[in-house]
């Protein structure tokens, strides 16, 4: 709690305008939702349906292939913020308004990232896959990792850090190259920059920190050094329409899964498969699994 005398005097109008924003706002997001909870499936399909082509033509995104109760969410808190009430007139606003799409495309691809997000997870990673990737290849061979689903470049920093840090123990001179991918332009700008404020870098240690990144005092932010950073490529790749990379020792892919629809996974699974060398390794997230093909994988952690 702060001391309310250190903010600037409102007027009781400005607080009693405020309020009815508010106020409206959270009206009409239950009333977005029990009216999308009412709707007919195929209504709901058919705006859908509508909604994907407009952004298609615009972004080139499809989000055909996802999760409808992700996309319901996410549309539903733009319907509040425009005041609409159903799906046919938000419809007409992203008609009228293309910088709408951008704002609901940028809604839909909100990713939930961090450095070493699940820590339990990535000492596994640590200590049992990273050192199986360098006994799985000649002193000669280069290994190759792909992280799918990069967003603002966390995870992919944060497995290069842990094979940065395998290699100068090891002494190992293997050549690293990590593609971290993903389909939003905006994530990758600050994945390439590899600039990151204090309190997303809030978990490190301070040995890590020291290590692997230079602080900028005057803007309180750190830079991921050039020894980690030229060990990653960024790139924009869409799993559903590009073409996998190939001969891969490692793919990280996780919590993007969850919000594909079975049928997309159904695809994506293979293309993994086809992506990896003999050997190679899939991490996935806690709650993604590989379904029916347990022939082609042999499970080295039941968890990841």
């Known amino acids: 709690h702060r001391d309310l005398h ?9 607080l009693g305008d405020m309020m009815a924003h508010l106020t409206s706002y959270a009206d009409k ?27 298609r033509n615009q972004s080139g995104h499809d989000f055909s292939k996802y999760k409808s ?14 005041q609409v009430d159903n799906m046919g007139d938000y419809i007409k606003v992203l008609q009228n308004k293309p910088a709408e799409i951008q704002v609901l495309v940028k809604d839909l691809l909100i990713g939930v990232t961090s ?23 000649n002193p000669n061979a280069k290994i190759k990792v792909w992280c799918a689903g990069c967003s603002t470049g ?3 920093y944060s497995i290069a850090i842990l094979i940065h840090e395998y290699m100068e123990k090891s002494n190992n001179k293997h050549t690293i190259q990590i593609f971290a991918t993903d389909i939003d332009h905006n994530a990758l700008e600050i994945a390439r920059a590899g600039v990151y404020s204090r309190n997303v870098i809030s978990d490190l240690t301070s040995e890590r920190l020291n290590k692997c990144f230079i ?22 790749q869409s799993l559903i329409k ?20 079975s049928d997309l996974q159904k695809k994506i699974i293979p293309l993994f498969h086809y992506a990896l060398k003999p050997k190679g390794v ?23």
Not at 6 to 14: A, E, G
């Open 6 to 14: 250190s903010f600037p005097t409102r007027r009781s109008s400005d």
């Open 115 to 137: 450095f070493f997000r699940d820590e339990d997870d990535f000492l596994k990673l640590e200590q049992k896959i990273i050192p199986m990737l360098f006994e799985n290849n």
């Open 242 to 261: 590009d073409p996998p990379f190939s001969k891969l020792d490692l793919i990280s892919c996780r919590n993007l899964l969850i919000y594909l629809s």
């Open 154 to 156: 966390e995870e992919a």
């Open 282 to 304: 899939l991490f996935l997230g806690i709650s993604e699994t590989i379904g029916n093909y347990e022939t082609q994988f042999e499970v080295l952690d039941q968890k990841l």
């Open 69 to 82: 109760s992700m996309i319901n969410r996410r549309i539903e808190r733009r319907l509040a913020v425009n």
């Open 215 to 236: 602080v900028d005092p005057d803007n309180d932010t750190y830079r991921i050094v050039q020894s980690i950073r030229e060990m990653l490529i960024f790139s924009e």
């Open 29 to 55: 997001t239950k009333q977005v939702s029990d009216h999308l909870l009412d709707s007919n499936t195929t209504d709901k399909e058919n705006f859908h349906k509508k909604i994907f082509m407009l952004i």
